[in-house]
């Protein structure tokens, strides 16, 4: 009962939580920041759009004077994802999850294709990222899911330019 909640409302410090309190005016759950800068303006943090809706916080904030290469807009400050934590963010309308393992980012889409669980709110170990609903793994590196070989969730590229984590969508 509680998995058939949890799947329908969506987990308390998840991203459908933090969407309702951005919208809601209350304050997100994680630590302060703002929202990213991009080079079209489409990305946003989770809840937080740069048209002006509130941030997602996390710290320190998004360089705004930093240009992505051509494609790919700025995430996040490389500091403000520790080794071994992952983020869900919002990227021109796609929620993904922005992962740092051992030091180098990766970014997947947010849902794993086994039954759509926010993979940005799983945990993450080396280069393993399991699923917070039913503990499927992926390689955060290639996307493949180690826990049923025939799956796998799309990636994305990064890269960091200066203290910016781009990502191309
Ligand atoms: S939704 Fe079932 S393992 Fe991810």
Redesign the pocket.
Known sequence: MSLLKSLLRGRPDGLRARLKRSIGGAQAPRAAGGSPGSSSGAAGWAGAPASGEKALHLSPEAPKDVTPPEGYEVVLHKDALKDGKIVEIIIGGTAIAVANADGCFHALANT?P????P?GEGSLEGSSLT??????VFDVRTGACQ?NPGFSVKRYEVVVEQDAVCVKL
């Open positions: 794993c086994h039954a759509g669980g993979l699923c917070p609903y039913h503990g499927w826990t």
